[in-house]
């Protein structure tokens, strides 16, 4: 799906991975908020995001989706926040602040977070590497508000500086509970 809305001061920029050109939030000091509706192909019981991310500040969002779902950093550490409902209809959340830190050394790395209903497992890799694991019960599916947005870039302004931040976002869902 398209994106809806952003930031009147966003661009894409020369800069990106592999000579691409990336999203930058523009030097207003405005935050990149990359709006993206839902739908179905986005609202399975699982979910695989990737995103190419070059760090310019300490916190902010790669992935937002209403109060139930984010995949970020704060204070320079990797973040994740998700609710699952499991089989027996039981909701429960994990709010996660990792030990991973994000290096200030300018460069564009992949970070990636995953989410399988069937084996209940969710990780965080960075260049492909784990970083972080959490391991639910099988069967546990993502749990939010199906009409909610997708936010990119929430609290993001890369501290005004016009360069790319972002590049080669992929989202896709992994499978179905088998409660689903």
Known sequence: P?????????????????????????????????????TDQLNGDGIDISIWFRKKEDSGNFFTRGKDFNFGMKNGKLIVKYKLTASN?????????????ISDDDLFRNYRFIYSPATGKGEILVDQITVWTNQA????????????NIIIGEGMN????????????????????GNS
């Open 2 to 38: 398209s994106a809806t809305n952003v930031s009147i001061f966003a661009e894409c920029v020369p800069g990106g991975i592999d000579g691409t050109k990336g999203l930058s939030a523009g030097n207003a000091l405005k935050d990149i908020n990359l709006e993206i509706q839902p």
């Open 89 to 101: 209809g039981k909701s429960y959340s994990i709010n996660e602040e990792t030990k991973y830190e």
């Open 137 to 148: 019960a099988e069967n546990s599916r993502l749990t939010w508000k199906t009409n909610e």
């Open 158 to 177: 890369g501290e005004g500086q016009p360069v790319a931040l972002f590049d080669n976002l992929i989202i896709r869902k992994t499978g179905q509970s």
